[in-house]
């Protein structure tokens, strides 16, 4: 156990919805990163967060937001979804933002856009 | 763009052989991590290197950061059933924050 939390485990919805992605990070860590996992294109850094504000942003659609909140969980928020969302999205946490750091990621939240 | 070339994509040995796994980039990393990956779990991280040239021993794994930080290698010693997963290399670049680049992943079956 990583210690992350991440919630649901499991997501089926339809294309146009939009949905809510949970995680809380280890107790103290303060950074907080999301990836995207799909077959064809391997693990995807999509944002950090460090402490409530954006530290770092990757491959992450327009369509998609992220926040961060006081008590340092995060929500990632994917709208207008499309088929080709469907994939395991990762949280990962680590103490703070320095180079190196170790990152615990979380079990994943699986979302299938049918 | 920054991209980490993993081979093989996947790989299927007896139990007792060794192998290697490789991570290769045209990019410059800060450190390069590997992570092992069990179905319906992420990634666990089992070792980070730092330094160019830098070996590293984890029991029956042996991990190598090439002298120009840009690869790694993975090899595995009498590989065991235990030993199955995904295996997927990240390299760190630091620009005011880290960004982690992962492989595609080595998918590694070990047979009985």
């Known amino acids: 156990d990583s210690g992350v939390t991440q919630t649901p485990k499991h997501l089926i919805t339809a294309t146009g919805q939009r949905v809510t992605l949970r995680c809380s990070p280890r107790?103290?860590?303060?950074?907080v990163y999301w990836y995207q996992q799909s077959l064809d294109q391997g693990l995807q850094f999509l944002i950090q967060?460090?402490?409530?504000?954006?530290?770092a942003k990757g491959n992450i659609l327009e369509r998609f937001s992220a926040q961060q909140f006081p008590d340092l969980h995060s929500e990632l928020n994917l709208s207008s979804l499309e088929l080709g969302d469907s994939a395991l999205y990762f949280c990962?946490?680590?103490?703070?933002?320095?180079?190196?750091?170790?990152?615990?990621f979380g079990s994943g939240t699986q979302l299938s856009v049918l | 763009t920054q991209l980490l070339e993993q081979s093989p994509q996947f790989l299927s040995i007896q139990e007792g052989e060794n192998l290697t796994v490789y991570c290769n980039s045209s990019?410059?990393?800060?450190?390069l991590q590997w992570y092992r990956q069990e179905p319906g779990e992420g990634p666990v991280l089992l070792v980070t290197?730092?330094?160019?040239?830098e070996v590293k021993k984890l029991k029956r794994l042996t991990f190598q950061f090439g002298d120009a930080r840009k690869d790694s290698s993975l090899h595995i010693t009498a590989a065991q059933p235990g030993d199955t997963g995904l295996y997927l290399c990240?390299?760190?670049?630091?620009?005011?924050?880290?960004?982690?680049?992962f492989g595609q992943g080595t998918r590694l079956t070990i047979n009985p």
């Open positions: 107790s103290g860590d303060l950074s």
């Open positions: 290197v730092v330094t160019g040239g």
């Open positions: 990019s410059v990393f800060s450190s």
């Open positions: 967060y460090y402490n409530g504000e954006e530290r």
């Open positions: 990962a946490s680590s103490p703070s933002a320095s180079r190196d750091e170790k990152l615990f």
């Open positions: 990240a390299g760190a670049i630091f620009q005011g924050a880290q960004k982690l680049v």
